[in-house]
């Protein structure tokens, strides 16, 4: 059973910074490409960044550009999303999926997904 288990999560002010994992187990992580998703109140889940599986792609919603950073670690079976600069838009629930293929993963289309780890942004 394949499973993705966010962490990093929690409540900070406007600026800080927080770092999100995510760990997947009953799988091989090396295989699919990964990205991070989020789900603000009300709103639609949109798509955070993107990484392709040898980590040389790297795609990034506008609004995050320049303040958060996706990375990958295969062989801990673990990604990561680096977020800096924190605002009050940020506040969402984070999650992590996998997909088989790259090129669908930023609209969504991806093959398992986290539960999802909470981000709260105060001013």
């Known amino acids: 059973q394949v499973q993705l288990v966010e962490s990093g999560g929690g409540s900070v002010q406007t600026g800080g910074s927080l770092r999100l994992s995510c760990v997947v187990s009953?799988?091989?992580?090396?295989?699919?490409?990964a990205g991070w998703f989020r789900r603000a109140p009300g709103k639609e889940r949109e798509f955070v960044a993107t990484?392709?599986?040898?980590?040389?792609?790297?795609q990034y919603t506008d609004s995050v550009k320049g303040r958060f950073t996706i990375s990958r670690d295969n062989s801990k079976n673990t990604m990561y999303l680096q977020m800096n600069s924190l605002k009050l838009e940020d506040t969402a629930v984070y999650s992590c999926?996998?997909?088989?293929?790259?090129?669908?993963?930023?609209?969504?289309?991806?093959?398992?997904w986290g539960q999802g780890t909470q981000v709260t942004v105060s001013s």
């Open positions: 990484i392709n599986i040898s980590g040389t792609g790297i």
């Open positions: 009953g799988s091989t992580f090396g295989a699919y490409a």
């Open positions: 999926a996998m997909a088989p293929i790259y090129s669908g993963l930023t609209s969504g289309r991806a093959l398992y």
